[in-house]
C-alpha cells in the first residue's frame, strides 16, 4: 500500500519522530515497536519520510541528507563517514543523536 504524496516537510517531521523515538529507546531500533508507536511510518520507505521522496529505485536521488565535506559527498545515509552509517554500526543513543540533530536542522533550511 502507498501513501500519499509527502511534502519535504511532512517528510521531514516524519523522520524527525522516528529518530525522536529511536534516542528516546536508547539508540536501538525494534521496527515492530516504532511502528506500533507511530503507525504512519507504516508504509513508506526504510519507515523514513526522506527516503519516501528521495529513494528511487535503490539510489538517493537530491537527499538532503546527503553531506558535503571539501572533496567527499556521502551520497546516501549507509556510506562510510554518514552519522546514520554510524549509527548504524554502533545503534546507541550518541550516534541517534547525531542522526536527529542533522535531520532537525533541515527545518532551518
Not at 507504516?42 to 536521488?61: A, M, R, V
Not at 552519522?83 to 554500526?89: I, L, V
Amino acid at each position: 500500500m502507498k501513501t500519499k504524496y509527502l511534502t519535504k516537510e511532512e517528510a521531514i517531521e516524519l523522520s524527525i519522530k522516528k529518530w525522536e523515538w529511536i534516542v528516546n529507546n536508547k539508540g536501538i531500533l525494534d521496527t515492530k515497536k516504532l511502528l506500533l508507536d507511530i503507525p504512519e511510518l507504516k508504509n513508506i520507505k526504510n519507515n523514513c519520510g526522506l527516503c519516501e521522496l528521495h529513494l528511487h529505485h535503490g539510489l538517493c536521488i537530491n537527499c538532503p541528507l546527503d553531506i558535503i565535506e571539501g572533496d567527499i559527498v556521502h551520497i546516501g545515509c549507509q556510506k562510510d563517514g554518514h552519522p546514520e552509517n554510524e549509527w548504524f554500526n554502533k545503534q546507541n543513543t550518541s550516534t541517534a543523536k547525531k542522526v536527529l540533530k542533522l535531520i532537525r536542522s533541515l527545518k532551518c533550511e
